[in-house]
């Protein structure tokens, strides 16, 4: 599946560990440039949230940028409509277009019943899982409609996104949410030759998945060894998601081969997750 041309933005994808990266990493080897986008915070405010720096930002734009086309690394707030605005102007400036975009930044950490759970924390993760997926649709889709020859959206949902999980209503939500955002701009935007299409990854042990890990076996009273093999137990491939199990998918979602696909919420599960 080639890509050779074409033009990605990524967001949320400035961490070593992250879906993000690996996402990047696949679509640079089918030959797209990437912009690679991150919240590129100052070091001392990432520790407790589980969000990337701009030095981390920079260093995996470094990386890739050894696997072919070029990649740039952009600081970008998905919640900021105008650093949405600003950031896709500046990928357009330095690359003439823009044919793809992977809405992948999430925070996934805010554990708590929903009988304790404050309004506050309901906000911050709609706000980044949900609005910010809303933005940077709005204004690539605008991007794309003005070059007049389509283009992909790819919104990284989750098993979240077909079934509930204690202690993470809002994320749960937003996930749900985000198959609906999937479904409208896919009825939208289909007569531009654009496809909306949704992955939903089952659990992967990234940054945002350890952080899980850790919660869920504190909460069970078991170490993190006994409650990952508990899940893996459950999932028909016998073994947990790989950062490029949803890359993979995506470079699918990308390509020629798919583009009669869109609306779709596609589960990369391993069988765990089957509607
Ligand atoms: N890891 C899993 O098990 C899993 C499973 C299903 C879906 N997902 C989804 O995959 C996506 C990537 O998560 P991950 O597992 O790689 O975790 P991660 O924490 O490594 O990546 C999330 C990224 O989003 C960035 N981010 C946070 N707030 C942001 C903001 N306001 N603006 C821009 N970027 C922001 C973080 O800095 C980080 O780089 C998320 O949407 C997550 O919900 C993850």
Not at 51 to 69: F, N, Q
Not at 133 to 155: D, E, V, Y
């Amino acid at each position: 599946m080639t890509l050779r041309g074409k033009v990605a933005l990524v967001t949320g994808a400035g961490r070593h560990q992250g879906l993000g990266k690996a996402i990047c990493a696949r679509l640079a080897m089918a030959g797209c440039r990437i912009a690679l986008t991150d919240l590129a915070v100052p070091q001392a405010l990432m520790e407790a949230k589980n969000i990337g720096t701009r030095a981390e930002m920079d260093e995996v734009a470094e990386e890739l940028s050894a696997i072919g086309p070029e990649v740039i690394a952009l600081p970008m707030d998905v919640r900021d409509e105008a650093q949405i605005e600003a950031t896709i102007a500046a990928v357009v400036a330095k690359f003439g277009r823009l044919d793809i975009l992977i809405n992948n930044a999430g925070i996934g950490y805010l554990f708590s019943p929903i009988t304790d759970t404050p309004a506050e924390f309901w906000r911050a993760v709609m706000d980044v899982n949900l609005m910010g997926p809303f933005l940077c649709t709005k204004h690539a889709a605008r991007q794309m409609n003005r070059q007049g020859s389509g283009g992909r959206i790819i919104n990284i949902a989750s098993q979240a996104a077909k079934s509930g999980h204690p202690h993470l209503a809002a994320y749960i939500a937003s996930k749900h949410g985000l198959v609906g955002l999937t479904r409208t701009a896919a009825l939208e935007l289909g007569s531009q030759g654009i496809t909306v299409n949704a992955v939903c990854p089952n659990h992967v042990t990234t940054g945002l998945g350890s952080v899980q890990n850790e919660y869920y076996a504190k909460l069970r009273g078991v170490s993190v060894e006994r409650y990952l093999a508990d899940m893996t137990a459950g999932i028909p491939m016998g073994r947990v998601g790989l950062p490029e199990d949803t890359a993979n998918a995506c470079v699918f979602l990308c390509s020629d081969q798919a583009a009669y696909i869109t609306g779709e919420a596609m589960n990369v599960s391993g069988g765990a997750e089957m509607h």
